[in-house]
Nanobody, 121 residues
Framework: QVQLVESGGGLVQAGGSLRLSCTAS????????MGWYRQTPGNQRELVAA???????NYADSVKGRFTISRDNAKNTVYLQMDSLKPEDTAVYYC???????????????WGQGTQVTVSS
């Protein structure tokens, strides 16, 4: 059983910062890409940032220059440092990881439970 556990969400004023963390636990042999998505009511989940096992990153245009994704492969953890937050960043943020399933012998996408980020104006 693989689990992604997120932490770090909360309420912050515009211009402030938050750091999200997500740790994968369970039985697996490797993790490929890890990333963060966000979703607001009535809208589809959208990619915020992603990072490969080799460290290559990809960001949504709306967060470039303000958010930084990183990972610690030894800890199976991905981070999202969010600076200069804006009210439009308010959403539920979900961690995603592409993990090798040792029984199915294939990579499977897993999701965290989501953490609320609220930015007040």
């Amino acid at each position: 059983q693989v689990q992604l556990v997120e932490s770090g969400g909360g309420l912050v004023q515009a211009g402030g910062s938050l750091r999200l963390s997500c740790t994968a636990s369970g039985s697996f042999s490797s993790i490929n890409t890890m990333g963060w998505y966000r979703q607001t009511p009535g809208n589809q989940r959208e990619l915020v940032a992603a990072i490969t096992s080799g460290g290559s990153t990809n960001y949504a245009d709306s967060v470039k220059g303000r958010f930084t994704i990183s990972r610690d492969n030894a800890k199976n953890t991905v981070y999202l440092q969010m600076d200069s937050l804006k009210p439009e960043d308010t959403a539920v943020y979900y961690c995603n990881a592409n993990i090798y399933h040792t029984i199915a012998h294939t990579f499977v996408n897993y999701w965290g439970q989501g953490t609320q980020v609220t930015v007040s104006s």
